[in-house]
């Protein structure tokens, strides 16, 4: 549900970091604000794959307790 959202807000003309701002329950302000910058700085690709980094190696962290 939230995904189809975000992506019909990103299909609308705003940009990921927006539409991700607006589920502020989801994503917090620290990722937002990291896909923001490398929106400004033409590197969201990288980005994405760094939190996506982080957010896996929590999730095993979490699995190992």
Known sequence: ???GEILAR???GRSL???LAEFADV???L???MIRAGEVG???DTVLEQLAHVL???AV???ER
Request: hydrophobic fraction near 40%.
């Open 27 to 29: 994503f917090p302000p």
């Open 1 to 3: 549900r939230i995904v």
């Open 56 to 58: 896996r190696a929590r």
């Open 42 to 44: 033409g590197v969201v």
């Open 61 to 63: 962290r979490g699995l």
């Open 31 to 33: 990722y937002v604000n």
């Open 17 to 19: 970091s927006q539409a």
């Open 10 to 12: 990103v299909q609308e």
